[in-house]
């Protein structure tokens, strides 16, 4: 007999066919779910969720006991370290270089407000050769007036300046290229 005949037969279908609510879609299920299959669904589930808990707590606690036991054992000439995690609040300024930022926010503003300080101002950059840093307002005054100076192109084949070592040519106004 074929597995389809097993579990389905014509009087099965005519017998669907004949009950007036099996097929109707606009009905309701007539069987409630009980509230003791729901009770038991989460007590179960409680309790399975308490034994993994405790399972991966002993699990956790051996791990730990057996790496202390099979630790390798340190040499007695070195000093044993305190905790390093605990940051004191003073380590800030005995950390070596690069630290990490406190405020970003204050401190990126005192570095910007140093830096265009340094761009806006007169100083020595070397006293002993006489190079100064001037702002840069006044140099771009300086461009605009004395414009930028240009090498003068010489007829000499090799290629090499004919200025000697260390003389600057003298200035050549700039054509504008076509």
Do not use: C
Not at 9 to 26: F, G, K, V
Not at 30 to 53: C, H, K, N, T, W
């Amino acid at each position: 007999m074929p597995l389809r005949n097993l579990y389905w037969s014509r009087s099965m279908a005519e017998e669907m066919n004949n009950q007036p609510h099996a097929l109707d879609h606009n009905d309701y299920e007539r069987e409630d779910l009980s509230p003791g299959g729901v009770l038991y669904f989460m007590a179960g589930l409680a309790i399975v969720g308490i034994a993994i808990y405790f399972i991966v707590v002993g699990m956790y606690r051996f791990l730990d006991r057996y790496e202390q036991e099979h630790q390798a054992a340190g040499s007695p000439l070195v000093k044993s370290q305190p905790y390093s995690r605990v940051i004191p609040p003073n380590a800030n300024q005995s950390f070596p270089q690069p630290r990490l930022e406190i405020n970003e926010r204050t401190q990126l503003k005192d570095f910007i407000q140093k830096e265009d300080e340094t761009l806006a101002t007169y100083d020595w950059v070397d006293k002993n050769k006489g190079t100064v840093r001037i702002p840069i307002d006044r140099a771009m005054d300086l461009i605009a007036e004395r414009g930028l100076p240009v090498r003068q192109e010489t007829a000499n084949p090799s290629g090499t300046n004919s200025a000697p070592k260390g003389e600057v040519p003298a200035e050549v106004p700039a054509t504008p290229q076509q």
